[in-house]
């Protein structure tokens, strides 16, 4: 038993300087994603896999001209947002809900809108990590991109806000099992129908009218747009994921409940 | 001593739908005192709790902590106040030293935390994640993080809970070494004992309401008149012969040999009676052996208070 010097506990509280606080959340929020092997799978190797995969093998009769590197490559960034912005971030969120996670924070100095700038930024250093393996991966496979890098910023930091908004919405007001669930179901069925791999045009007409308002046909429609087409600024995509955007953070406000 | 206390809660009313956790109870706690806030499950001891720390909104009454309203003030009061809670509170996938260093960030002037660490034996949990650390290791880090910001005032929701006896003894001299520090620390227990070995004062919580409230001494001595709660028993040869004490002793005592052996007076304690006894030892030729008095206990003022039946 170690004895502790009187006056050892004498109060002296206060709250650190808030950069210090955006740091340390920001720097362990990261740390807890890349720690998770799950999230690793889901951020990392499944763009991956399906990027080597797909160039490599004809499974999907790719649209237009050039090789299909040129194509996929702008799909699979897209994917990479949505894995970590919407999939990773609502199975994280929702555990750390039902952990208490959320509920300890409250009560410590760090305000919300820091712990929500904090998680904000833990994606954005996760997506900087998927872009660099992304693009590393495509140039080796022949990717020649072409395009406004700022267009490229701009889509990837709307859809990084329109994905954040739904994931939260769902880690916010579900249970936590129900989110992993509808989490992973939902990025299946984005990576099948939202342009990822297959392209838009091979579903029946009736259909892609829908199809090309989600999230993730917007931001991989225009990616695809910038980075293979060399346009200079898709402003429909861009609308369409500013729409989501201020629909999903607008709900996630309204309806997160942090208990 | 200051004028305002630590936390004044008066009338305070919380519903959950149709149920009534909180009914209309009155708190206050003295600055730099230990309160145990004592119930039985679902006494509405968590929600009081939870509404001094800012999470809850009362449905009626008044909550004031530090001279604050929690809801309204909480951005203030938040570096000043540390907060247990009964479970969680720890990503699953951090390590102990690991989530309390990083607790100790968001404060201006925390504790050492290797010390801290070393006190409370959170350095065995080494690079275990937390959702695998054992209930007493979670309860502990759960403690660390609440004193690691040097707080004026700490909330302790039921902080032995499931604790074998080394880790709810070291709880307990951390509890009174904050106290002898100067911080304010409020807890929640079901346990009689914590109460009687750790606070100044002690509010007896039971459906919603505070139904007595005192140091551990007063609760006991506002007992007095159930003088079949005080007892003195010792052990001497089998088969005495009582009935020259009973003579001896005052009205409303009773002496009788429970086991082969082993002997109990009730009755209202005093010195008299303890030399009356004595006294009957010696004519006999008895050593009356682990001879002890045995008073009213806090568990006996809270059974009567809130009855013996088992609750759903």
């Not at chain 1, 919407?86 to 929702?94: N, R």
């Not at chain 1, 880690?171 to 342009?195: D, K, S």
């Not at chain 2, 919380?14 to 145990?36: C, E, F, I, M, Q």
């Not at chain 2, 660490?117 to 690079?127: A, D, I, Y």
Request: proline share 6%; aromatic share 4%.
């Amino acid at each position: 038993m170690t004895t502790t010097a009187p006056g050892t506990y004498t109060p002296a509280p206060g709250a650190a300087p808030v950069g210090r606080m955006l740091l340390a959340q920001t720097a362990l929020e990261t740390r807890m994603l890349l720690r998770n092997g799950e999230q690793l799978l889901l951020t990392a190797v499944i763009p991956t896999v399906l990027l080597v995969l797909f160039s490599a093998v004809d499974v999907v009769d790719t649209t237009g001209p050039g090789r299909r590197v040129d194509f996929l490559a702008p799909g699979l960034l897209a994917l990479a947002v949505m894995s970590t912005a919407f999939t990773g971030q609502a199975i994280a969120t929702g555990f750390e809900r039902r952990y208490g996670v959320l509920k300890r924070l409250g009560a410590s100095p760090l305000p919300r809108w820091a712990l929500l700038t904090a998680k904000t930024g833990c994606v954005l250093v996760t997506e900087v990590l998927q872009v660099a393996l992304l693009s590393v991966v495509a140039l080796a496979l022949g990717w020649s991109p072409h395009g406004n890098p700022f267009a490229v910023a701009a889509l990837l930091v709307l859809g990084t806000a329109a994905f954040s908004g739904l994931g939260l919405l769902m880690a916010g007001t579900l249970r936590a099992e129900a989110t992993l669930a509808a989490a992973n179901l939902v990025f299946v069925l984005l990576l099948l129908a939202g342009g990822v791999v297959v392209p838009l045009e091979k579903f029946p007409s009736a259909v892609r009218g829908v199809l090309e308002l989600l999230p993730i046909s917007a931001l991989s429609d225009g990616l695809r747009a910038v980075l293979q087409h060399g346009a200079a600024l898709p402003a429909g995509d861009l609308a369409v994921l500013a729409v989501w955007a201020v629909l999903g953070l607008g709900a996630a406000a309204r309806f997160f409940r942090w208990e | 001593m200051e004028a305002e206390p630590a936390v004044r809660v008066s009338g305070l009313v919380k519903r959950y739908g149709s149920k009534t956790a909180v009914d209309g109870l009155d708190l206050s706690v003295g600055r730099n005192t230990v309160t145990a806030v004592l119930g039985p499950n679902g006494a509405g001891k968590t929600t009081t709790v939870e509404t001094c720390e800012g999470y809850r909104r009362p449905d009626a009454g008044t909550v004031r902590v530090l001279g604050m309203d929690p809801v309204a003030d909480a951005a203030r009061l938040r570096p000043r106040v540390g907060v247990m809670l009964q479970s969680g509170g720890v990503y699953p996938g951090a390590r102990a030293v690991e989530m309390l260093r990083h607790t100790a960030r968001l404060h201006a002037h925390p504790l050492d935390v290797d010390a801290l660490v070393e006190r409370l034996g959170l350095g065995s949990c080494g690079r275990t994640a937390y959702r695998r650390l054992s209930g007493g290791q979670q309860q502990r880090l759960a403690l660390a993080m609440a004193v690691v910001g040097r707080p004026e005032l700490v909330f302790l929701d039921e902080p032995t809970a499931g604790l074998d006896p080394q880790a709810r003894h070291a709880t307990w001299d951390l509890v009174r070494d904050l106290r002898s520090d100067g911080v304010t620390v409020v807890l929640t227990t079901h346990a009689m004992d914590e109460a009687e070995e750790l606070a100044d004062d002690v509010a007896i919580v039971d459906r919603g309401k505070v139904i007595a409230q005192g140091s551990p001494e007063e609760l006991r001595r506002a007992g007095d008149g159930r003088p079949e709660q005080e007892a003195l028993r010792f052990r001497g040869r089998a088969g005495l012969d009582l009935g020259a004490l009973l003579k001896a002793l005052p009205d409303g005592t009773a002496a009788a040999e429970l086991t082969p052996g082993s002997y109990r007076v009730q009755g209202p304690l005093d010195p008299q009676l303890l030399a009356t006894v004595a006294a009957w030892c010696a004519q006999v030729g008895v050593m009356p052996d682990r001879l002890t008095v045995e008073r009213r206990t806090l568990e006996d003022v809270f059974l009567d208070l809130t009855g013996r039946d088992l609750r759903s």
